[in-house]
Structure formats: structure tokens, C-alpha cells
């Protein structure tokens, strides 16, 4: 007496079939269940499956052997499991009480062993990294897009079938959500796991062919267009996210859409460095303004909004290289304007004139030499 019969009702046959009578029922019920005599037919395309896999344990002698004994969730007793040791998942089920997980969900995030994969209580976040300028941190600016996402299906509200249809037990996996797969250890070792149903994605049920929705046609979704404006605020700053809530893609079963999160990332800027709120920038001074400043206010920059930055540099201050003046209150501003704005540090470099600016001019070398400091060595006059 074998301890279940299921595999061999599948192939046709009895317990007692030679090999030969087994690969002959096998050759004849996989032929009958066979896709291509039975397209569309996903109940024929489940047997089908289901055969080769019965066949897979039986045309073992060992793998048999513990079928008849055991049944199919004995030792060996699954699809390729001759050889594999008892299902993992039924030993931390023996010795925790559960599959690994947290609050005892299954491997691969499935509660338990005989349900669907549940849901999480909310989708997915998208992070995107999104480019700006400084002006744009300065300025503040409004960017639009078009934005392609996945909703639930109108028509039949994310169900997969037409108005009144419901979803029948996946044959695959018996409304499990998940099947038995194996996995080659080497050394003649196989283990066996649970992965994802493919024919109901995890659900554990699905809509017939005959009955799937004309708009979604069974996907449950659809894509859709959405206008998005992304307010980049002025003060904003590098790495600042800035969040759409409930944005990004529908997911049938999900109560709730992920968020879509544009992360702001600063791009390098020629004129400035920033550093918090603080700008520095370095300006060139050609030598005669250096040593003798000047009086009234010149234009030594443009700033980020095309504003003249002016200032004079009253004479009897040498301007050295690598000296750094301070304007107050001229740096970024505050997001919200909520409190005072950074400060402007300008850098100053000295242009020097070219090599040999003097020669042939023996008179205005020694009126310069006249007026510049003694040269090295020398004393002070």
C-alpha cells in the first residue's frame, strides 16, 4: 500500500506500473495536456506541468521509492527531489514554529506555507536624482514633466476580469501563491524551495483567459499620463528631497502608492564655491588697482540673479594676493527666506604684467624703482 496516489491518477496509471508502463503513461498524458494541443486552455497548461512533475519523481527508483512511502511531502518526494533531504522550509516550520522571517512569514516574504505572498501595506518609493544650478538654489525655479506611472485599472478595478467575473484558484500551485522549485547543491545534493507562483504572480488565484479584462487585459493595470511640477524652492540645498506623496505606481492589493522623491544635486558652478550658505568667488585685479586701489565703486562681479556687485578700494590699502574681503548678507539665502542670508567671501588674485613690460624704457624703471620698496639686501631709506 503507498502511502498517496496522486502522482501516479496523473500519469493514468497504478502503483504497480513497471518503468516502462510508467513512461508510456507519462508519453500519453503530457501528449493529451500538451500546450500546443490546448492553446489557451491555462487548466490543460497547469496539468501539463504538473505531469512532467510527477513523472520527474517516479522515473526515479529512489525519489519513487520515498513517494510511495512518504508521499509528496516526504523525503524526495517533490519534483526533483531524489536525494534532496526534507524540504527546508518544513524544518524551521518543525523547529520555530514557522518559516524564517519576521512575525513568521515565509521564505521570500510569503506567509507561512500554504498561503499567497501578501502585500505590503504600501508600495515602493522612486528616488530620483534631479539636477540644479546654483541659480536655481538662489533663484528658485518651477520645472514641469509629464509623468508615465501604472494605476488600477478603471474598468475592473484592479480585479483583472470583466464586470462580475471572479477570480478562480490558480491550478498551478492550488492557491498557494508559490510552487516548489529545486536547486543543484553539487556533489549530488539537490535542495528543494518555494518561489513565487508565474501564473498567478503570488496570488494564489486568477481570472480565466475567457473572463480578463478588456482595458487591462488581465494586468490589473494600466499606464497613465500625470502632469508633475517640481517647485524647486529658493534656498533650497544640495541632497534637499522634495516629495510627491502617493505618486509613484499602483499596485493592485496595495492600499497605498510609494512616494516619488526628487533628490536635488548641485552642479559644479565656474563662478562660485558654496559652502552652506556662504559663496566664494576669486577675482582678478590687475596690478596698478592692487598697489593703488580705486576710488570710485567698479563692478567686480556679476552675483546669480545678473545683479552688479560694486565696490571701491580706497588708495594707500595694497590689495594682496590671496587677501579675502567679506560682504555681509550678499551670499544664499534661506529657504522660505526664514532668517539672514549667507555671506560673500571674494578671493582676490593679482595680474601681474608680462616679462620684459619695461624694457627699452630705462626712464619709467627708475621712476618705479624709485617709488617700490628697496630691493632685498638693502636698507629702508
Not at 502503483?15 to 498524458?29: G, I, Q
Request: charged content about 25%.
Amino acid at each position: 500500500m503507498v502511502a498517496d496516489t496522486y502522482y501516479y491518477d496523473l500519469l493514468g496509471t497504478d502503483p504497480s506500473a513497471s518503468p516502462a508502463e510508467l513512461k508510456k503513461a507519462y508519453r500519453k498524458a503530457s501528449l493529451a495536456n500538451h500546450p500546443d494541443k490546448n492553446p489557451g486552455d491555462e487548466e490543460a497548461s497547469a496539468r501539463f506541468q504538473e505531469i512532467n512533475a510527477a513523472y520527474e519523481v517516479l522515473s526515479d527508483p529512489s525519489s519513487r521509492a520515498s513517494y510511495d512511502e512518504w508521499g509528496p511531502d516526504g523525503p524526495g518526494g517533490g519534483p526533483g527531489g531524489a536525494g534532496g533531504g526534507p524540504d527546508m522550509d518544513d524544518l524551521f516550520a518543525q523547529m520555530f514554529g514557522g518559516g524564517m522571517g519576521m512575525g513568521g512569514a515565509g521564505m521570500g516574504g510569503m506567509g507561512g506555507r500554504g498561503g499567497p505572498r501578501r502585500k505590503p501595506p504600501r508600495g515602493e518609493d522612486s528616488i530620483i536624482d534631479y539636477d540644479v544650478t546654483l541659480s536655481d538654489l538662489y533663484l528658485g525655479r518651477v520645472a514641469n514633466f509629464n509623468l508615465s506611472k501604472q494605476i488600477i485599472c478603471p474598468s475592473c478595478s484592479g480585479s483583472g476580469g470583466k464586470p462580475g467575473t471572479q477570480p478562480r484558484e490558480c491550478v498551478k500551485c492550488k492557491g498557494q501563491g508559490r510552487c516548489q522549485q529545486m536547486r543543484s547543491m553539487g556533489g549530488g545534493m539537490i535542495a528543494q524551495s518555494w518561489a513565487v507562483c508565474d501564473a498567478c504572480a503570488g496570488e494564489g488565484s486568477k481570472v480565466r483567459d475567457k473572463d480578463v479584462c478588456r482595458k487591462c487585459k488581465g494586468g490589473k493595470t494600466i499606464k497613465d499620463r500625470q502632469k508633475l511640477e517640481l517647485r524647486i524652492e529658493r534656498g533650497m540645498v544640495d541632497g534637499q528631497t522634495i516629495i510627491f506623496k502617493g505618486q509613484n505606481d499602483e499596485e493592485p492589493g496595495v492600499p497605498q502608492a510609494g512616494d516619488i522623491i526628487f533628490r536635488l544635486k548641485l552642479q559644479e558652478n565656474e563662478a562660485f564655491q558654496v559652502k552652506g550658505l556662504d559663496l566664494m568667488t576669486t577675482i582678478t585685479l590687475p596690478l596698478r588697482e592692487a598697489l593703488l586701489g580705486f576710488e570710485e565703486p567698479q563692478t567686480v562681479l556679476v552675483h546669480l540673479d545678473g545683479r552688479h556687485v560694486q565696490l571701491s578700494k580706497p588708495g594707500g590699502k595694497v590689495t594682496r594676493p590671496g587677501s579675502v574681503d567679506r560682504l555681509v548678507g550678499q551670499g544664499m539665502p534661506r529657504e522660505r527666506d526664514l532668517g539672514p542670508r549667507g555671506d560673500l567671501y571674494i578671493k582676490w588674485a593679482i595680474a601681474f604684467p608680462a616679462d620684459g613690460w619695461l624694457e627699452g624704457r630705462g626712464e619709467a624703471h627708475r621712476a618705479l624703482s624709485s617709488v617700490l620698496p628697496p630691493p632685498m639686501g638693502c636698507p629702508a631709506q
